[in-house]
């Protein structure tokens, strides 16, 4: 009995996922953060997604990124106002500067709060279509001592940014074929067959070029599994193996375009498996993001948000939004942080009226983590309310992935 005692969230959490990628993550590293949202108080969120572009480079046939750059919707495309390095310099500015005294409910004690990691999302667009405010912005977010991370193609990173690279603490680079004619047919248009390799090559520099410098870089690469690469997956595996990519993280199709039949699901699961069993070590492995056997993860699970206040989202045009799955024209958003500061707009977040609305007015499908992790915290808020802090932090304890 003794066992069973702080096993109430065990069975909500995916223990196949390494701690970095796993929402019990944020209950063991961000206990103090969840439970002041537990309890209605505002802190700097530990972490804020910030899309510098609503351009893109490619045209990934199962993009999610509604409003990217095409022929078709090119009238509907956010404003690109972080493309000005001041308008970028001031958001940054902001992250940077915007600290808090709050309660540590681990030490019971007041401590400053402030923001711990930026990602630069390329969901509305390429990140690096924004390069010439970009790279000064991860220069100085790493140069302050944030960690700071990239999801991107990676086909228009160049050599003389490097330099800027290596300082950052992951670089996640979306490849999604095994092949340069099927990268082509998905993401290209079938227009260029070389991207595929030009990319591997300029990835495998990097990393020569971040271990010449000792650099703590991860270079890890995302997939996004369909009924067309659905068969590459290993493949593309022992390329990524040798030329020192750390992690491969599978997705499924969230836009649920270009869905597998069931005999694909078992192949690709299949791969996985051999992945797992044949390649992976300390140096390099494979993270199955959603479950490619069950479509149903990603509908979204819960029935109240509570990452909002703990992730924060800055798009394009500059609007601080509720989450990563918002931005669009005319999309529902808190306010300018161009011409406000994050820092005042987060600290009112619960006074706007959209916020009393989410989840309601969020798309049916949800940010994979976010997901998991929102379904969690409703778990973990309900053993906290009912049998109180310690007991919930026993149970987070309990909890152990590798």
């Known amino acids: 009995m003794v066992e069973e005692k702080y096993n109430d969230l065990k069975k909500y959490v995916r223990e196949d996922i390494p701690l970095m990628f796993n929402e019990i993550n944020v209950l063991k590293k961000h206990f103090s953060r969840v439970i002041n949202v537990f309890e209605g108080k505002v802190l700097p969120p530990y972490e804020i997604l910030i899309h510098p572009s609503s351009v893109c480079n490619l045209n990934c046939k199962w993009c999610i990124g509604g409003f990217v750059s095409s022929k078709k919707n090119i009238s509907e495309l956010l404003d690109n106002n972080l493309f000005k390095i001041e308008n970028m310099d001031k958001v940054v500015d902001s992250i940077i500067n915007y600290k808090k005294m709050g309660y540590d409910y681990e030490t019971n004690k007041e401590r400053e709060f402030k923001v711990e990691n930026v990602s630069f999302s390329g ?79 300029k990835m495998e520099k990097l990393i020569i070029y971040k271990n010449e410098k000792k650099s703590n870089l991860e270079v890890n690469v995302g997939y996004i599994i369909n009924q067309f690469n659905y068969n590459q997956l290993y493949d593309l595996a022992l390329k990524l193996k040798k030329i020192g990519v750390h992690y491969l993280r599978f997705k499924t199709d969230i836009a649920s375009l270009l869905n597998m039949n069931d005999e694909q699901r078992r192949e690709s699961k299949n791969q996985i498996e051999r992945i797992r069993k044949e390649l992976s070590d300390n140096n390099f492995d494979v993270v199955e993001i959603h479950n490619v056997l069950d479509d149903r993860c990603k509908l979204r699970m819960h029935n109240k948000c509570f990452v909002h206040y703990l992730i924060g989202n800055i798009s394009s045009d500059g609007n601080v939004y509720p989450c990563n799955y918002h931005p669009k024209k005319n999309g529902k958003f808190y306010d300018s942080a161009i011409t406000n500061s994050f820092e005042n707009i987060w600290e009112n977040i619960m006074n706007y009226n959209i916020d009393k609305d989410i989840p309601n007015i969020c798309p049916s499908v949800c940010d994979p983590f976010k997901n998991r992790t929102n379904y969690l915290l409703e778990k973990a808020y309900e053993i906290y309310k009912e049998k109180g802090l310690d007991y919930l932090k026993k149970c987070i304890d309990k909890v152990e992935v590798k």
């Open 123 to 201: 969901i509305t667009g390429e990140p690096f279509v924004a390069n010439k405010s970009l790279i000064p912005a991860l220069n100085k977010l790493c140069d302050a001592g944030i960690k700071t991370g990239i999801f991107t193609n990676g086909v228009l990173i160049k050599e003389n940014m490097f330099d800027t690279l290596i300082k950052l603490k992951y670089l996640l680079i979306s490849i999604d074929a095994g092949n340069g004619a099927t990268y082509s047919s998905l993401k290209c248009n079938n227009n260029d067959p070389k991207v595929f390799d030009d990319l591997l090559n």
